[in-house]
């Protein structure tokens, strides 16, 4: 992505200008001068960013202020970041979660007016009631109690005014960011591309609220027959991307351990209600709740868990649930080889590490040795899930966000069910779901889909495989194979040469015009002004004086004197 694309509206320049100021503010200017993008700051930033002493805070805690600085996009991109592990270490993640996520709320009269746009009616007929003081406030949106006509008590989530322009600016900007950070060879470890890249879909997927609708009728319909869960119910004709209408729950927060013992609730039917909600989303559902926390999970007064906020959620594919069946059997048996075999296969080996294979699943089997022999539930599985993440960012094992997003939302939500019974027996509870996988993929009507997808795979590749072979060769006989060839520095270089060649020019032209303005004023050649002086002489100097200034402003800028 070229900058000179990006940065070519006024407005996108003087926020890639705030977002450098910012970065060097924090004690970040060795990595703008790694970005090559020193020229964009003020000249006087320009001098002091090389020089700038580290802050006595830590490097993740600088991180944290300078995301909470530059607004929603950074703060969102700071909450995804926080959900990988396997790619930041836990210090950073520890530091990540502290991002504020309630910002200053919009004008109410403005969020009804979006909902009156959106919904083609006035407020008055939609609800009978409509609280102007918004009861959670985030970045992208902002969240208002309401009344329907018939007196069921619902959210309302309105979009922020103008948030989609200032994501799409501020998206362009770290795409930018990203693709110069990959060539730094600290940062390259962080696959920032990669990261930048998922973010943009996540943020995209956060902005239309369809999406999220779409999550949380998918899951209503699930928990439609059962009654230990329940799902708010959506009113999809008060939603559109801009507004989404769900029922409101009154209930209390999993963690408020003193208020559900005080109503109650059996806790122990309820941490092994929680976990088996799950366990079933990861394993038979396809689809789980991927931000798991005591907010977003309640209790009513009759022991019913309720589940919310759909804005975040992960998928399991048939091949992701068969490796996970593999690998849940293999942790139950207690068989850290085969455990160490799965790892690997969820996890692709970049290029430039394959040839640490070995040393991997050696770190690997030593990192699951220590938990060997210890009963399940004795075994801290946020700590356990910590020590596979460590290994896969030494090994820059790729491992898929949703993954990642299962392991941390397992954890979770085992952690919160021991909160609610410290004597849960893990074990007990997954090992009859670890059969009932067993069982399914042992089964006749299994075996005979797999048979059914292998025999269609062979099928087209009997059939086309032949036909593409004889047109490589047709090519390669020909002389006509093309290989595509991207060079990531290359775009950089020639915008580099282009600008230096520019200069250069500009510096001729300079030169010549102050030498012919010389020769005029000598040669008195031209019409006159002030005694005798030439008219064109004068014009050379005043012409060679801006663009002179004009050249060393935009040297000193780029700070290569």
């Known amino acids: 992505m070229r900058l000179r694309d990006i940065t070519r509206t006024p407005r996108r320049f003087q926020r890639l200008s705030h977002i450098l100021q910012v970065l060097v503010r924090h004690g970040f200017g060795h990595m703008v001068s790694g970005l090559r993008l020193g020229e964009h700051l003020p000249i006087g930033k320009r001098f002091i960013e090389k020089r700038i002493a580290l802050e006595e805070t830590s490097l993740a805690a600088r991180i944290v202020l300078v995301l909470q600085e530059l607004g929603p996009t950074y703060v969102k991109l700071g909450q995804m970041l926080s959900t990988r592990p396997d790619i930041l270490p836990s210090e950073f993640i520890q530091e990540l979660r502290k991002l504020q996520k309630d910002v200053k709320s919009f004008d109410p009269k403005l969020a009804k007016t979006i909902i009156e746009k959106e919904l083609k009616k006035p407020i008055k007929e939609l609800f009978s009631t409509f609280q102007d003081t918004p009861i959670a406030c985030g970045s992208i949106a902002q969240v208002h109690a309401a009344t329907l006509p018939d007196d069921t008590e619902v959210v309302v989530k309105v979009k922020r005014p103008d948030i989609e322009q200032i994501i799409r600016d501020d998206m362009d900007l770290l795409t930018l960011i990203a693709e110069r950070a990959e060539g730094i060879e600290e940062l390259k470890p962080f696959r920032p ?12 997927n956060e902005l239309d609220f369809i999406t999220e609708a779409s999550n949380t009728a998918k899951f209503y319909n699930l928990y439609r027959d059962k009654e230990n869960v329940r799902i708010p119910k959506l009113y ?10 769900m029922q409101r729950f009154k209930d209390i927060s999993l963690c408020d351990m003193k208020t559900i013992e005080e109503k109650g609730v059996n806790t122990r039917r309820l941490a092994a209600e929680l976990l088996t909600s799950f366990v079933e989303q990861y394993f038979k559902a396809g689809i789980f709740h991927a931000d798991p926390h005591p907010g977003n999970l309640m209790v009513s007064e009759l022991g019913t868990i309720s589940m919310m906020d759909f804005g975040m959620v992960g998928y399991v594919t048939e091949d992701l649930r068969s490796q996970l069946t593999t690998a849940l059997f293999a942790l139950l048996r207690k068989d850290m080889d085969l455990y160490v075999e799965i790892f690997m296969d969820i996890g692709a080996i970049p290029s430039y590490n394959s040839k640490n294979i070995d040393a991997l699943k050696a770190s690997l089997l030593e990192t699951l040795e220590k938990y060997r022999g210890i009963p399940l539930e004795r075994i801290d599985l946020r700590n356990a899930f910590h020590d596979l993440m460590r290994v896969s960012r030494e090994y820059a094992l790729v491992l898929p966000r949703d993954f990642v997003l299962l392991g941390k939302s397992f954890v979770t939500v085992t952690g919160m069910a021991r909160q609610l019974d410290p004597k ?20 006749p009507e299994h075996i005979r889909r797999m048979a059914g997808d292998a025999s269609w795979h062979l099928t087209n590749l009997l059939a086309q495989g032949p036909k593409e072979m004889r047109q490589i060769i047709r090519k390669l006989l020909a002389g006509k194979i093309e290989v595509s060839l991207r060079h990531v520095e290359l775009e950089y270089f020639a915008y580099e040469l282009d600008r230096s060649s520019n200069r250069l020019a500009l510096s001729i032209i300079l030169a010549a ?39 060393a402003i935009g040297i000193l800028r780029s700070g290569r004197l």
Request: neutral net charge.
């Open 424 to 443: 849960l027996d893990l074990q007990k509870m997954i090992t009859p779901v670890a059969k009932d996988l067993l069982r399914e993929r042992l089964s």
């Open 513 to 551: 015009t102050v030498i012919a303005s010389s020769l005029v004023m000598m040669a008195k050649i031209g019409p006159m002004v002030m005694n005798d002086i030439p008219l064109f002489g004068i014009l050379g100097y005043l012409f060679s004086t801006v663009m002179g200034i004009w050249l």
């Open 236 to 245: 999809w004709d008060l939603t559109t991307s801009s507004v989404l209408t």
């Open 193 to 204: 591309v990669m990261l930048v890249g998922e973010f943009n879909r996540v943020i995209q």
